[in-house]
């Protein structure tokens, strides 16, 4: 690269004398204005894209510090579950007829085999209902987000 440098400060005087070809002028303009709009984009796009990051962060409760939805559910794997499922089905009636939000709910919600169908035998009450727990409830604090913003 640095002698490219030195060869155009040494035929600096070769490089001035030639005009541009015709319509090149246009061409740089083009290419100036198109950086131009992506500039103008980014700094539209950027302060949208923060806020909505700020807002995620904002809405979701902390993981450390999520609602204790199942409070009211024995400790037991089956009241957990139980639990569970009748606020889902609450969640399903008030969601009523917008099919978005069903949608929405059907995702969050659907399980082809509900994780109190695969934990092991071998684990005993307590801990399986300390999995389900934790499990349900991310899926509730999920649920009540989504009822939330209806």
């Given at each position: 690269?640095?002698?490219?440098?030195?060869?155009?400060?040494?035929?600096?005087?070769?490089?001035?004398?030639?005009?541009?070809?015709?319509?090149?002028?246009?061409?740089?303009?083009k290419k100036w204005e198109a950086g131009r709009r992506?500039?103008?984009?980014?700094?539209?796009?950027?302060?949208?894209?923060?806020?909505?990051?700020?807002?995620?962060?904002?809405l979701l409760p902390p993981a450390d510090r999520s609602?204790?939805?199942?409070?009211?559910?024995?400790?037991?794997?089956?009241?957990?579950?139980?639990?569970?499922?009748?606020?889902?089905?609450?969640?399903?009636?008030e969601a009523g007829p917008d099919e978005m939000l069903?949608?929405?709910?059907?995702?969050?919600?659907?399980?082809?085999?509900?994780?109190?169908?695969?934990?092991?035998?071998?684990?005993?009450?307590?801990?399986?209902?300390?999995?389900?727990?934790?499990?349900?409830?991310?899926?509730?604090?999920?649920?009540?987000?989504?009822?939330?913003?209806?």
């Amino acid at each position: 690269m640095k002698r490219l440098d030195d060869y155009i400060r040494a035929n600096a005087a070769a490089f001035d004398t030639e005009t541009p070809q015709e319509g090149a002028e246009e061409r740089f303009l083009k290419k100036w204005e198109a950086g131009r709009r992506r500039v103008r984009i980014f700094r539209a796009v950027l302060p949208a894209a923060a806020a909505a990051a700020l807002a995620a962060v904002l809405l979701l409760p902390p993981a450390d510090r999520s609602t204790d939805w199942l409070r009211t559910a024995d400790n037991t794997p089956q009241s957990i579950y139980c639990n569970y499922m009748a606020q889902v089905a609450k969640a399903w009636e008030e969601a009523g007829p917008d099919e978005m939000l069903s949608a929405q709910l059907r995702s969050l919600t659907d399980e082809s085999i509900p994780l109190i169908d695969l934990l092991p035998e071998e684990l005993d009450d307590a801990s399986q209902a300390e999995i389900l727990r934790k499990h349900y409830n991310t899926l509730l604090d999920g649920v009540h987000q989504l009822m939330k913003t209806r």
